[in-house]
């Protein structure tokens, strides 16, 4: 399950205070190991001096909770932390939203698209101005029926069957897709929610779908709820190479719309 070894990427914004405080969450959650770090440029001892006074913040920030400090050397933000987690064994790596973006949905800076489009590691992102809820209510799965949605659902179940939540899954009906196009869509839900219910011991009341109907992808979301404890899980995209994120257009438009955290998965994440 992912979230045994959660790194975060600190910055000293408000961003980088909500990655960190949703990754702590995450932690709480499974019971896995955290780790913080902040990224600077090579070649620079004053940038390294800096990033070693920001990490200084972190242990008030986490009031004591327990989680390894990094000073990382990187290019970039997302190729530190990619390398960092390859190195230590993280298998999600948490970013905030930049300042400067509408609250409450994700922004997409320079370091998570590049995450977005590279990562072997699962990558969450936090929301502009998202405060972690007590308990997580439940895990949702944005579904299409393809091997890597598949692969999506039947880790989520797991999750959830772990995490003691429920399962939803929601599928997209973008347009006018007519009544046959609806009820294929329709059938298709109703296969995931076999295989989720096959993947994990979850009754099956605590499995849901739901195909969200809208003119696109943000009217559709609106069309299901999504409550504050919700936390989204997105395939990467068929055009991933193995074991990497590549987020697709439709699941772009997602995250962007998304009110509550995302998490993308690598293709093939098993």
């Known amino acids: 399950m992912i979230g045994e070894h959660v790194l975060a990427g600190y910055v000293n914004d408000a961003g980088g205070r909500e990655a960190l405080d949703l990754a702590a969450a995450i932690v709480a959650l499974t019971g896995g190991r955290l780790s913080v770090a902040t990224v600077h440029p090579p070649g620079l001892p004053a940038a390294a001096g800096e990033a070693r006074a920001l990490l200084d913040q972190v242990a008030g920030i986490l009031d004591d909770r327990p989680a390894d400090l990094h000073v990382q050397e990187g290019r970039s933000v997302a190729r530190g932390l990619t390398v960092l987690a390859s190195r230590i064994g993280a298998d999600l790596i948490v970013v905030g939203s930049p300042e400067g973006g509408a609250r409450g949905r994700i ?72 009544d046959d196009g609806a009820e294929r869509l329709r ?25 969200a109907e809208g003119d696109d992808v943000a009217d559709a979301l609106e069309d299901v709820d999504w409550p504050d404890d919700e936390l989204l899980v997105c395939a990467s995209s068929e055009d991933a190479a193995a074991h990497r994120v590549f987020l697709g257009e439709v699941a772009l438009k997602v995250l962007r719309a998304a009110t509550c955290p995302v998490t993308v998965l690598p293709r093939g994440y098993f």
């Open 107 to 178: 922004g997409v800076g320079a370091a998570a698209d590049h995450l977005l489009h590279s990562a072997t590691e699962a990558v969450l992102l936090a929301p502009s101005g998202y405060t972690p809820p007590d308990a997580l209510g439940r895990i949702t799965v944005m579904y299409v029926r393809r091997p890597q949605c598949d692969d999506a659902v039947i880790r989520a179940a797991q999750a959830a069957e772990r995490l003691e939540v429920p399962l939803r899954l929601v599928t997209l009906a973008i347009g006018d897709v007519g």
């Open 187 to 211: 059938d298709d839900l109703a296969l995931a929610i076999r295989l989720a219910l096959d993947s994990a011991e979850l009754l099956p009341e605590e499995v849901s779908a739901d195909l």
